[in-house]
């Protein structure tokens, strides 16, 4: 059975659109989206999937930085980036609304979301 959450996807590559879309979020599901092994970074009532290898080396993810930074936290990112909800300590849920809200506002862009 395929765990489907709705995602907010920034990927590292400026050529590519950030996007917001149904996702496997089951962890091997996630290592294919971010290249390599999971690291998580939560925050309240969402987390970010990023790739562990590429944390200390690689280009800048400029846009998933800029969206940690407009949530308080300052943090290098490198490679692509994946934004769910978070409900308790290992319940990943669908990404939060003002989470997308937020990147729509920053990157001046409308990310539609799949129908429910």
Avoid: K
């Avoid at 990112?77 to 308790?88: I, P, S």
């Amino acid at each position: 059975m395929l765990n489907h959450l709705i995602a907010l996807y920034v990927p590292a590559r400026l050529s590519e659109s950030v996007t917001v879309h149904s996702v496997d979020a089951r962890h091997t599901s996630l290592q294919i989206i971010v290249g390599g092994g999971l690291e998580c970074i939560a925050r309240g009532d969402w987390q970010v999937y990023l790739n562990a290898e590429t944390q200390t080396t690689g280009a800048s993810n400029v846009r998933a930085v800029q969206l940690l930074h407009e949530t308080g936290l300052d943090l290098p990112v490198t490679g692509n980036a994946v934004f769910l909800g978070r409900a308790g300590l290992n319940h990943d849920t669908d990404v939060p609304e003002y989470l997308i809200r937020r990147a729509e506002a920053l990157f001046d862009t409308r990310l539609i979301q799949p129908a429910a």
